[in-house]
């Protein structure tokens, strides 16, 4: 997934941004987003940007007996978001192999950063949840860059 340094290239499906509005149900008792709040948060931001892809976790599941699944989380919790906070929740492709995806997520409210974490991702058979490659055609998709002329 490495791009000739010499051209310049635009990996628009390698990235994505999602809002999120902090509402009451999202904080703790001082109006802050509890912290396991925030994994909710990148959930949702993953599932958004596979979808944006055309790619729909129950057809995988059901046409190729395939599930993503969260394998490790680091999680960086730099400042707190609040009731009613406007949040973008990035996902970057940073790694794809075999059998797993490794993403970096960042949560940024008003461009200040909130939380960054890197996600690796397992890819499952959904038959009997063992490791399985990812098909060679869903891993072209996740990994074209478009060249800008």
């Known amino acids: 997934m490495t791009a ?3 051209r310049k290239t635009h990996s628009a499906p390698l990235s ?3 809002p999120v509005r902090v509402y009451w149900e999202d904080t703790d008792a001082g109006g802050v987003v509890y912290h396991a709040q925030y994994l909710a948060f990148m959930e949702r931001a993953r599932s958004e940007w596979m979808r944006r892809q055309g790619l729909h976790q129950d057809t995988m599941r059901h046409r190729d007996n395939l599930l993503f699944v969260v394998r490790a989380v680091q999680v960086d919790f730099r400042a ?21 995806l490794v993403l ?14 890197r996600v690796k991702i397992a890819a499952l058979r959904a038959t009997d949840f063992r490791p399985r490659p990812l098909p060679d055609a869903l891993l072209l ?5 478009v060249e800008i002329p």
């Open 104 to 117: 970096t997520q960042r949560i940024e409210c008003e461009g200040r950063l909130l939380v960054d974490a």
């Open 141 to 145: 998709q996740l990994t074209t860059t």
């Open 80 to 100: 707190p978001a609040r009731l009613d906070d406007q949040l973008q929740v990035s996902v970057s492709l940073l790694e794809c192999r075999g059998a797993s």
């Open 4 to 6: 000739n340094p010499g």
């Open 16 to 18: 994505f941004s999602f």
